[in-house]
C-alpha cells in the first residue's frame, strides 16, 4: 500500500510498457518522467530483459540515475557508474540444455544474453528480428563458442509455434532452470528463482532505496513477478490478461498512449493512495 507523503520509486518495463511499438519513447512521456524525478522524494527506474547494451540508449534518453534491472532480473546495473552486480547467472548445464532444445528444435531462433555480449546460436527470421528491435551488434557461434557468464537464454519462434515449444519444454523437466513468455514470439531460460520480482527484493536493500514504496509497472506474463513484489502493481490498459488480472491499478490508457504519463499524474494527484 502507498500512503500519502511516502517516497515511491516507479519499476517500469520498457517493452509494451514504457515503449510504444515504434520503440521510441514519446517526448511528453520522457518529460513527465524528468519532471517527476526533479523531486527527490521521486524515482523512476526500468526492469527490462533487456541487455546492458540493448536499453543503455533508454536509460540515457529517460536520464536515468537509479540503478536499473537488466537481464529480466539476473543484474542490477548503474547507467552513470557504469557498476554491475550480478544477482544470478545460469548454471553450467545450462548450455547441454541449450544443445538439446536446439537440436530437437531447429526452426527455433537462439540467442544467448551473457554480461558482456549479446550471442546469436540460431539465426532464424524471428531471432534476426528480435536483434532488429533490441539495436544489438551480436556475436554468432555455437553453443561452445559462447564466452561469458550466461545470464539468460532467448528463444524466438512464430506465435503459432509457441503453444508446442511451451509444452515440449514443460514434458523435459529441465532441472535448475526457469522459462517464462516475455512476448507473443520469445520464451526466455532463466536461472531458478530468478525474475524482476526477485531483483526488486535486492533493489529494496539499497541504501538510498531503503524508505521508498515501489510501484511496478509492467505488461507481460515476465512482469507478473515484479508487480507481486511491489507496494502497489499497475498496468497499461494493453497488458496481458493475466497481468491485468494481479495488479491493483489498469490504467486507461496503453503504452502507446503515454500509459507512463497517467500513472505519474495520478502519483502526484494522489490518485493510487
Known amino acids: 500500500m502507498i500512503k500519502s507523503n511516502q517516497k515511491i520509486c516507479i519499476v517500469s518495463d520498457l517493452d509494451g510498457t514504457l515503449l510504444p511499438s515504434s520503440k521510441i519513447p514519446r517526448p511528453e512521456d520522457c ?37 536499473a534491472i537488466v537481464f529480466n532480473g539476473g543484474m542490477i546495473y548503474h547507467p552513470r557508474s557504469g557498476e554491475r552486480k550480478i544477482l544470478q547467472a ?50 554468432y557461434g555455437t553453443v561452445e563458442e559462447v564466452q561469458g557468464t550466461w545470464l539468460k537464454v532467448l528463444f524466438a519462434m512464430s506465435p503459432d509455434d509457441m503453444p508446442a515449444f511451451m509444452k515440449y519444454i514443460a514434458d523435459k523437466h529441465f532441472q535448475n532452470v526457469d522459462f517464462t513468455r516475455s512476448e507473443l514470439k520469445f520464451y526466455e531460460m532463466l536461472p531458478v528463482g530468478n525474475s524482476k520480482g526477485s531483483a526488486l527484493d535486492e533493489y529494496r536493500k539499497l541504501p538510498p532505496m531503503k524508505d521508498f514504496k515501489f510501484i511496478g509497472f509492467g505488461d507481460y506474463d515476465n512482469d507478473i513477478e515484479l508487480l507481486k513484489a511491489a507496494d502497489l502493481a499497475v498496468c497499461p490498459a494493453n497488458a496481458a490478461e493475466s497481468v491485468k488480472a494481479i495488479s491493483d491499478l489498469v490504467l486507461s490508457r496503453t503504452c502507446e498512449e503515454g500509459a507512463i504519463s497517467e500513472l505519474i499524474a495520478k502519483i502526484l494527484n494522489q490518485e493510487v493512495i
Not at 518529460?31 to 540515457?60: H, K, L, P, V
Request: glycine share 4%; with cysteine; aromatic share 8%.
Open 31 to 67: 518529460q513527465n518522467i524528468w519532471n517527476f524525478i526533479s523531486d527527490e522524494n521521486y524515482r523512476f527506474t526500468i526492469a527490462t530483459g533487456r541487455t546492458i547494451q540493448a536499453s543503455q540508449q533508454y536509460m540515457d534518453a529517460l536520464k536515468l540515475e537509479s540503478p
Open 90 to 139: 545460469l548454471p553450467e548445464d545450462a548450455k547441454a540444455m541449450t544443445a538439446e532444445i536446439l537440436k530437437e528444435n531447429p526452426h527455433v531462433g537462439v540467442e544467448v544474453l551473457c554480461a558482456e555480449d549479446t550471442w546469436v546460436i540460431n539465426n532464424t527470421e524471428y531471432e534476426k528480428q528480435h536483434v532488429q528491435v533490441c539495436g544489438v551488434i551480436p556475436k
